[in-house]
């Protein structure tokens, strides 16, 4: 049972516009969220978080947003750049401070076209 | 240049071997992570360590197998056993267990024929 979902396996967007990419859980003990961006036969790279206690976090052209009683993130990433071009992961973790491991989704392939 | 590194890039085997993949970090991390990622799939996690000499299970462990003799280092083995083997394999450390920010290595892609 995937805990950690992101519906959309690819998106594409034109260099400039608004990129979206969206992540829903299933799991109400998750309070702290990652973004990781991986590029092929490479490591993820992380990217930005959120914890439970904020609805928003804002880094550069990233913003995460979390809509905890619709258990649904989305990663915003205004303007897009060719090399925005990845995929995008969404991880999510029970606790900030625990040991507790991560939950990845599949990912969403996003290309930005110049 | 601190960081995690993983050799070989490529790794080809013939089924029925067992391999070493490596995972070596100079970040003083405590934590360590060996994940298997396949086509259209997301990271799923095969063992991890807290802490030297100990490690713990993740959700697909069956056919491999850790050590964690030396804080910088978490070779993991693909045994014979693992049904399917092929695949991108990625190892992460995070400062402390802790901590939920992993950095990953560059990872390894085994082919077993």
């Known amino acids: 049972d995937q805990q950690v979902k992101q519906n959309s396996p690819s998106l594409s967007v034109q260099e400039g516009r608004i990129s979206i990419l969206n992540c829903d859980y299933t799991?109400?003990?998750?309070?702290?969220f990652l973004w990781y961006k991986k590029y092929p036969a490479e490591g993820p790279t992380f990217l930005i978080s959120i914890s439970s206690i904020k609805d928003k976090n804002e880094d550069g052209r990233f913003t995460v947003f979390l809509n905890k009683s619709a258990k649904h993130l989305s990663l915003h990433i205004v303007p897009s750049q060719p090399g925005d071009s990845a995929v995008y992961f969404c991880?999510?973790?029970?606790?900030?401070?625990?040991?507790?491991?991560?939950?990845f989704g599949k990912g969403t392939k996003l290309t930005v076209n110049p | 240049d601190g960081g995690i590194t993983q050799s070989p890039k490529y790794l080809f085997r013939k089924e029925g071997q067992n391999v070493t993949l490596s995972c070596e970090q100079n970040?003083?991390?405590?934590?360590m992570y060996w994940y298997r990622q396949d086509p259209g799939q997301g990271l799923r996690l095969i063992y991890y360590s807290q802490i030297v000499n100990d490690f713990q299970k993740g959700d697909i462990a069956e056919g491999y197998s850790v050590s964690r003799e030396k804080k910088e280092s978490f070779p993991l083995t693909v045994t014979s056993a693992q049904k399917n083997p092929t695949a991108f394999y990625l190892c992460?450390?995070?400062?402390?267990?802790?901590?939920?920010?992993?950095?990953f290595g560059p990872g390894t892609r085994l082919t077993v024929t």
């Open positions: 991880a999510a973790s029970p606790t900030q401070g625990g040991s507790e491991k991560l939950v």
């Open positions: 992460a450390s995070s400062l402390t267990p802790g901590t939920t920010e992993q950095y």
């Open positions: 799991n109400s003990m998750f309070d702290y």
């Open positions: 970040l003083n991390h405590d934590a």
